[in-house]
C-alpha cells in the first residue's frame, strides 16, 4: 500500500525523497511555479509553489512528502497571493509579451493567465537592464529574466559549462556570463544548450530560427498550463 | 467641436476627428467676421516606434511595428519582413512565401477599404455631409441600408479570415519571418476561404458601382469638395501595372505625365525628403528635386489608379478604364479617392481568387537563407499608400537606426489643403453649424488617414514657447529649431 498525501481532499501517492510538487506532478495535480522543474534540485526562490502542509506555509518545491500531510494548494488565498507574486514578476521586469517571441510558449504568461491577472497590479519598476546580443545564436534579454536560476543550474548540472551566475543585490541582481569579457560570445554556450531551453520566459533564447512556431501552434496556444501535465514548456522544436 | 473667443477673433477646434484611426484635431482661425484666416490638420498623438525599436534585435522588428496600428498592422508588419529580408540577405523568397505574404496582404488591404468605406466613410455619402450627428454611423447605415450595411461588414470579414487563416489571428498575428514564412495554408483553410470566393466577388464588383453611383449622384459638389491638384506617387510593376506589394516607384505630375518611372525604392532617400513643422507630430515629405513648396504630392488608392498603366485583373481593369475615362485621364478630386479604394477592393478580391487556385500556398519551403546586410530597406503599398521601412542594424544584430514614413504621412499637406479648401468654401463668412464643421472632416476622412501610423518625428520638433502675462501681452519667446 503506497503512502499518500492528501491535496485539497485528494489522496495522492509519492515515493520517498520526493517533494509534494513532485508527488503532485506525478499524479497530474498542478501547483504554479517557476523555479521549479522536474529533474533539477529545489531551488525554493519564487515562492509560488506555496502551499500550506497542516495550516503551515511552505514552498512545495523544497518540502518533503511525508505520508498524511493535509496539503492546501488550490484555494482562494493561495491563489491571490501567487497572482500578486506574478504581478510583482511582470512589475519588476520588462516584459512586453506583444512582441516578444516566447509568447504563447512562455511560462510567466502562462503562469499569469491561470491565475487570472488582468495587470501587474504594481507600479511598473522599467528597470534599465542591458541586453547580450554577442552571440550569433544566443540572444540574453535581461529585461525579461526572473532569476530563477534554472539556467544557472541547467548550465551546471546538464551542459556542465557553468556559463550562468546570478551577481548583485535586491534590485541590482542580474544574469552574468562566464567569460573574459562577460558576454555570451566568449562563453561556452551552445544554441543547443539545456541552459536555454529551460529558461521559463523570453530571457534566453535562441536566435536561429525566429517566430518560427506560427500562432496556433505554441504551447500554451490551446490548453491552459494548468491543464497540462508538464512543468516547463517543451522549446525543442524552437530551438534547434 | 470648440469653439474658443481669442481677443476679437475666434480660434474652432474639431477634437477628435471622428471615424478615422488615431487621434488628430483641426483648428479654424477667424477673425471677428467669420473670415477664415488658418485652417490646419493637427496630429496630437505621439507614437515614437522609430526611436524604441533602437537597440532591439532585428528579428523582433517585424513583430513590435505592427502595434503601430490595429487596422493595418499587415503592411507595417510585411514592410518590416521585407526590410527584414534584406537584413538576411535574401532578395528572392520562395514561391509559397511570396505568395502567402501576398494573399496576407491583399486580405489586409481589401479589409481595410472595406472598413473604411463601408463604416468610416458610407455615413457621410448616404445621409449627407451635414445630416444630424447622431445618424452618422453604421448602425444607422445598417437599419436604412441594410444590404449595403451587410455588404461592408461580409467583405471586412473575409478579409480578417484570410488573415486569421495565415497569420493566426485576425489582428497582431505574426507569419512573416526573416527570410520567409512560418506556415503555408493548409487545404481545409484554403478550402473554406475558396467557398466564400463567390460570393465575396459579388459584392466587391458591387462596392465598386455603390461608390461610383455616390460619387456621381452629386458630381457637381463631390467633384470640387476640397479640391487640390498636386502629383501622384506609387508603385506599379515593371510594366506600369498596378502593384500592391512590390515593384518600383512611378510619380505623375498634376496634368497626369509621368514625371519619374521605375525607380529604385530602395532609394528613396535620393528623391523624398521630409519637414518637420511646428505644429503638428506629422511630418511632411516632398520630392527633393521639386523642394518643399512644389515638391508635396499623394499616395493611396487615388494615386495609384492614377498611376498604373492597367490593372491585371479583369474586372478591377474594367472599373478602372471607366474611373479614368470619367476623369479624363487623371483624378484629383479627394472624394474621387472612395472610388479607386473600391476598384482596389474588387482587385485584391480577384488577386485572392488567383491565389486559392495556386497549388504554391499550400507549400512546405518556407524560408530562404542568404548573407546578411547591414542595412535593410522594405517598401509597399499599404490600404493608405505608399510605405517605406528603413532599418539599420551593428554586427550584433541590434537596431542602430529606423526611419519609417508612413502612407498618411504622405497625404500630410493634401490633407491640410484640403481642409482650408473645404473650409474656405463652407466655413469662411458664414454660420458655424456642425453640420458645417463635420464638411472638414469628411475631406479629412476621404484620404482614409491612420493618424497614429504617421506619427515619429521624436528628437526633431522644433518648439516654440510663449510666455504671456495676465493681460495677454507676449513676454518672451523661445524656439528650439528642428535643424
Redesign the interface.
Known sequence: MPQTINIDKQNIPFSEGQSIIEAAEQAGVYIPHLCHKAGYKAHGSCRLCTVTVNGRWVSACTEPAEAHQQVENNTRELQSQRRAIVQLLFAEGNHHC????KSGNCQLQAVAYSLDMHDTHFAHQLPQRS?D??HPDV?LDRDRCIQCELCVRASQEYDKKNVFALSGRGPSTQLIINSESGKLKDSQINKNDEAIKVCPTGALMN?S?????????RQFDKIPIDQQNTCVPDTTEAST | MEIIDKNKGKRIVIDPISRVEGHGKVTLLLDENNRLQEARLHIVEFRGFEKFIEGRPYEEVAVIVQRLCGICPVSHHLAAAKAIDQLVGVNQLSPTAEKIRRLLHYGQVLQSHALHFFYLSSPDLLFGFETDLHRRNIIEVIKDFPDIGRQGIQLRKFGQDIIQAISGKKIHGVVAVPGGINRSLDIPQRDALRAQLPDILKKSKKAVAIARDLYLSNIDIHKNFGFIESSFLSLVDSKGALELYDGNIRIKDKAGKIFKDQLDDNRYFDYIQEEVRSWSYMKFPFLSELGIEKGWYRVGPLARVNNCAFISTPLAEQARKEFIQFHHGLAQAPLAYHWARMIELLHCAEQIENLLQDEDITGNELVVKGCPQEEGIGVIEAPRGTLFHHYKINEEGLIQKANLIVSTTQNNQAMNDSVREVAREYIDGQEITEGALNQIEVAIRAYDPCLSCATHAMGKMPLKVELFDHNGELLDTKIKSSV
Request: contains cysteine; proline residues 17%; positive net charge.
Open positions: 506583444p512582441f516578444c517571441e541586453l546580443a554577442s540572444l536566435r530560427k525566429p517566430f518560427s512556431i506560427p500562432i496556433g501552434q
